[in-house]
């Protein structure tokens, strides 16, 4: 019973660098997302996913790119990072139709860039 | 568009006291509503959610939620706080009729003083 598993869990990058998170769920969720966390700015939406092949932008997608090519992982990459991009990462999951279940997160990524 | 507001960012209560967490949300019909608390350095963890019916919903840990249609409020409760509940939480709003993109509030970090 994994849930969402996000990987790294800690990772310091030098500005201009490029990097990839992974998220992988193995509850079969159609839709998956990425939200990055910041102080006093809550939960805000990069990218998500409603299906294998699918992606879309959300509320802050600006220097992100992700894929979806398999239907269990969705991947989250910052081609040339910037301090700005210092944040925690969370991947979420949910199941199509039954939103009623909820959004199961993974325990998230934190990121420096310096 | 939806929204919500979760007026407090910094709630301060003694262990055995009772806790409410406001949440106010914008939209236009009935929304589905979730609370979520994420404990440091983890993921968000459902607590409870609103779909429909009856008004005041039971969650885990002992926490309790009540919709309010009249004053758009959808606050969270807990007669008795431990100080294992210290997290911060957090409430979300997904509009209903097939959407599957929830907003969430900024947070509200929960501290216990023994």
């Known amino acids: 019973n994994a849930g969402v598993t996000q990987t790294p869990k800690f990772r310091v990058l030098k500005t201009g660098q490029s990097m990839t998170l992974l998220c992988a769920q193995d509850m079969n969720h159609e839709y998956m997302y990425w939200y990055r966390q910041d102080p006093g700015m809550g939960l805000r939406l990069i990218h998500y996913s409603v299906g294998e092949g699918t992606t879309a932008k959300g509320e802050v997608p600006d220097g992100y790119n992700v894929s979806r090519l398999k239907k269990q992982n969705f991947l989250l990459g910052l081609e040339s990072a910037a301090p700005s991009q210092t944040s925690v990462y969370f991947c979420?999951?949910?199941?199509?139709?039954?939103?009623?279940?909820?959004?199961?997160f993974g325990s998230g990524t934190r990121l420096t860039v310096v | 568009a939806q929204s919500v507001t979760q007026p407090d960012i910094h709630i301060t209560v003694s262990e055995g006291a009772s806790l409410e967490l406001r949440c106010n949300y914008s939209?236009?019909?009935?929304?589905?509503l979730f609370w979520y608390v994420q404990s440091p350095g983890q993921g968000l963890q459902l607590l409870l959610k609103?779909?429909?019916?009856?008004?005041l919903v039971q969650g885990i840990k002992g926490f309790e939620a009540e919709f309010k249609r009249s004053q758009s409020s959808f606050n969270l409760r807990k007669p008795s706080v431990h100080w294992s509940d210290a997290a911060e939480y957090f409430c979300?709003?997904?509009?209903?009729?097939?959407?599957?993109?929830?907003?969430f509030g900024r947070g509200t970090s929960l501290i216990v003083h023994p």
């Open positions: 979300a709003v997904l509009a209903s009729g097939g959407s599957y993109i929830p907003t």
């Open positions: 979420a999951s949910s199941k199509q139709g039954r939103v009623d279940y909820g959004y199961t």
């Open positions: 939209y236009g019909a009935t929304p589905y």
């Open positions: 609103y779909f429909s019916g009856d008004t």
